[in-house]
T-cell receptor, first 113, second 111 residues
Framework: DADVTQTPRNRITKTGKRIMLECSQTKGHDRMYWYRQDPGLGLRLIYYSFDVKDINKGEISDGYSVSRQAQAKFSLSLESAIPNQTALYFC????????????FGPGTRLTVL | QKEVEQDPGPLSVPEGAIVSLNCTYSNSAFQYFMWYRQYSRKGPELLMYTYSSGNKEDGRFTAQVDKSSKYISLFIRDSQPSDSATYLCAMSVVGGFKTIFGAGTRLFVKA
C-alpha cells in the first residue's frame, strides 16, 4: 500500500488551462512538500507546508499555488499552465526531525502543449 | 553556482564493478548528507544518510563525507543490474526544513 499517493499520474493539457495535482498521505506526517524534477536540474522545491495553517513558498513558486485541505492532503495548482511547466512533479512528506528524511509519492508527469 | 553539484552521467558499468558516485557542495552549514535512489517512473527513496563527517556502511553501500573538501561519495560494491537507477545526493542543515538535492547521476549496470 502506497503511503504517499498522487493523482493523476500523467496529464497532458494545453497552454492557459488550469490544472490541479493532488497528493494524499497516510504516514501521519505534518510536513508536506511539492517539488518539480527536470533533467539536469534535479528536484526543486515549489511549496512546503508544516501544518494546515502554515504554507510557505519554495525556490520556484511563481505560477503555482497550493492548498492544504487537511493534514493528509496537499494540492498543487497551475492557474494558467505554460509549456515550461512541463515536468515531473513530486509530493513528499517528512517528520521534520533529524535528517528530515523525505518520503516521496510516485510522481505526476505533466505535459503542457 | 549551485549549492550542490552532481555529475548527471550516465555512468555505465559491468556487473560486479565498484561504482563511485560523487557530489560537491558549497554551504558549510550542511550537516546531514543523504543519498536517494530513484528507479524509473518512481519517486526517490532514501538509501542512506550520514551525519557530519566520516563513513557509513550498509551492506554493499558505503557513504563517505569529507567536510573539509565539501565532497561526498557513495560507493557500491559488487554492483548488480538491480542497482540501475538514478542516484541523488541531498543535504540539509540541523533543524532545517529544506533539503537541497543534486541533479542525480543515472547509473546503468550491465549484466
Amino acid at each position: 500500500d502506497a503511503d504517499v499517493t498522487q493523482t493523476p499520474r500523467n496529464r497532458i493539457t494545453k497552454t492557459g488551462k488550469r490544472i490541479m495535482l493532488e497528493c494524499s498521505q497516510t504516514k501521519g506526517h505534518d510536513r508536506m512538500y511539492w517539488y518539480r524534477q527536470d533533467p539536469g536540474l534535479g528536484l526543486r522545491l515549489i511549496y512546503y507546508s508544516f501544518d494546515v495553517k502554515d504554507i510557505n513558498k519554495g525556490e520556484i513558486s511563481d505560477g503555482y499555488s497550493v492548498s492544504r485541505q487537511a493534514q493528509a492532503k496537499f494540492s498543487l495548482s497551475l492557474e494558467s499552465a505554460i509549456p515550461n511547466q512541463t515536468a515531473l512533479y513530486f509530493c513528499a512528506t517528512s517528520v521534520g526531525q533529524g535528517s528530515n528524511e523525505q518520503f516521496f509519492g510516485p510522481g505526476t508527469r505533466l505535459t503542457v502543449l | 553556482q549551485k549549492e550542490v553539484e552532481q555529475d548527471p552521467g550516465p555512468l555505465s558499468v559491468p556487473e560486479g564493478a565498484i561504482v563511485s558516485l560523487n557530489c560537491t557542495y558549497s554551504n558549510s552549514a550542511f550537516q546531514y548528507f543523504m543519498w536517494y535512489r530513484q528507479y524509473s517512473r518512481k519517486g526517490p527513496e532514501l538509501l542512506m544518510y550520514t551525519y557530519s563527517s566520516g563513513n557509513k556502511e550498509d551492506g554493499r553501500f558505503t557513504a563517505q563525507v569529507d567536510k573539509s573538501s565539501k565532497y561526498i561519495s557513495l560507493f557500491i560494491r559488487d554492483s548488480q543490474p538491480s542497482d540501475s537507477a538514478t542516484y541523488l545526493c541531498a543535504m540539509s542543515v540541523v533543524g532545517g526544513f529544506k533539503t537541497i538535492f543534486g541533479a542525480g547521476t543515472r547509473l546503468f549496470v550491465k549484466a
